[in-house]
Structure formats: structure tokens, C-alpha cells
């Protein structure tokens, strides 16, 4: 588990552009089990790709003009049950950090794994995300 002093500004990054925190497995099932709307979930990390990559990726998506209800997050490493709780959403996708789901009525539309996040610039990640927007939001 990660210190929470080094994860502070992490969260914050998400958290001062709208990003609702799920830090409890009550907190994911009152976001996700929502059967109206869309929501972007960011599964947040330490690691690169993360700070490089996903955050400013999501961060761009939120002043598209279609975008999804509710923007969250849960941090890998950190809050452990609110992740795995998070993660039996995203089935059948394997665990992944960072990774980024889409979800439309309670239904998991559109995923981004990792591996499709590292070595990908945030332009082309948002770009990914914003024609996922237009077609489910």
C-alpha cells in the first residue's frame, strides 16, 4: 500500500477538476450501480503512464461538450476494497492500473487497458474517450 502523502497530489489531480473519490465498496456501489447515465471511471496509479498519460487524458475529457454524468475514480495500491470492488465491474477485462471504463445504464460500454495507455500520448487517449462520448453519452 501506497503512503498517502505521495497519493495526495495524485487524487487531488482528479479530484480538483470533478472527479468523485470512491474510497469504500459503498462508494463504488452507489456510482456504479446506477442503472441511468454514463460514468467515467479512472482506476488512478503511482506509476508513468499514469501521471504521463491517463490523468491528463481524463482531465482533457471533462470540458468535452458530451461527456459522461459522473466522472470517479478509485486508486490502485491505496484503496484496496473500493478497487477490487471496482474491478468486478470491469470483468471480464483483467485487473489493470491505470485503466479507464466506461460505463451507460450500468452496463460497462467501453474499456481502456493499460497496455493501451503506455507509450500512447494523453491527445490520442481523449480522442479514444471522446468518440466513446459521442456514441454512448
Known amino acids: 500500500m501506497y503512503p498517502e502523502e505521495i497519493c495526495t497530489p495524485m ?5 480538483n477538476v470533478g472527479f468523485v473519490e470512491m474510497k469504500s465498496l459503498e462508494d463504488v456501489e452507489q456510482v456504479l450501480e446506477k442503472k441511468e447515465g ?4 479512472m482506476v488512478n496509479s503511482v506509476c508513468g503512464c ?21 466522472f470517479a475514480t478509485v486508486f490502485a495500491g491505496q484503496d484496496i476494497g473500493a478497487t477490487a470492488k471496482a474491478r468486478e465491474y470491469m470483468l471480464p477485462y483483467p485487473p ?5 471504463a466506461l460505463f451507460k445504464n450500468g ?7 493499460r ?5 500512447r500520448p494523453a491527445q490520442m487517449i481523449a480522442e479514444n474517450l471522446q468518440n466513446a462520448f459521442n456514441e454512448y453519452c
Open 11 to 15: 487524487r487531488e489531480d482528479l479530484t
Open 38 to 41: 454514463t460514468v467515467l471511471l
Open 50 to 70: 499514469a501521471a504521463g498519460n491517463a490523468r491528463p487524458a481524463v482531465k482533457m475529457t471533462t470540458t468535452f461538450d458530451k461527456k459522461p454524468s459522473v
Open 96 to 100: 489493470s492500473s491505470p485503466c479507464i
Open 107 to 113: 452496463a460497462l460500454v467501453h474499456f481502456i487497458e
Open 115 to 119: 497496455h493501451h495507455i503506455e507509450g
